[in-house]
Nanobody, 115 residues
Framework: QVQLVESGGGLAQPGGSLRLSCAAS????????MSWYRQAPGKERELVAR????????NYADSVKGRFTISRDNAKNTVYLQMTSLKPEDTAVYYC????????WGQGTQVTVSS
């Protein structure tokens, strides 16, 4: 059974940091690139960052480049998103997925950036 379980969200002040985790199961995690997405209220879900299966390459949306870092631990079937210099416009529900597999979405983790 495929499962994606996101965690680590919460309330952060502008300029603050959060680290998100996504625990994956039910598919061959180490063979697949993984991505983080986010959906803000009233907006469509957007791609935030992507990492190749072996962590060789990463890609970021322009809006988070230089502030967010995606990483993964294939031994733990987990992908991470380190978020720094947070802005109010980063407020959203964050999800992970395997872009080549288009798996059922997890519940996501809420990130709220506010003073």
């Amino acid at each position: 059974q495929v499962q994606l379980v996101e965690s680590g969200g919460g309330l952060a002040q502008p300029g603050g940091s959060l680290r998100l985790s996504c625990a994956a199961s039910g598919f061959t995690f180490s063979n697949n690139p993984m991505s983080w997405y986010r959906q803000a209220p009233g907006k469509e879900r957007e791609l935030v960052a992507r990492i190749s299966s072996g962590s060789i390459s990463t890609n970021y949306a322009d809006s988070v480049k230089g502030r967010f870092t995606i990483s993964r631990d294939n031994a733990k079937n987990t992908v991470y998103l380190q978020m720094t210099s947070l802005k109010p416009e980063d407020t959203a529900v964050y999800y992970c997925n395997a872009p080549k597999l288009n798996l059922p979405w997890g519940q996501g983790t809420q990130v709220t950036v506010s003073s």
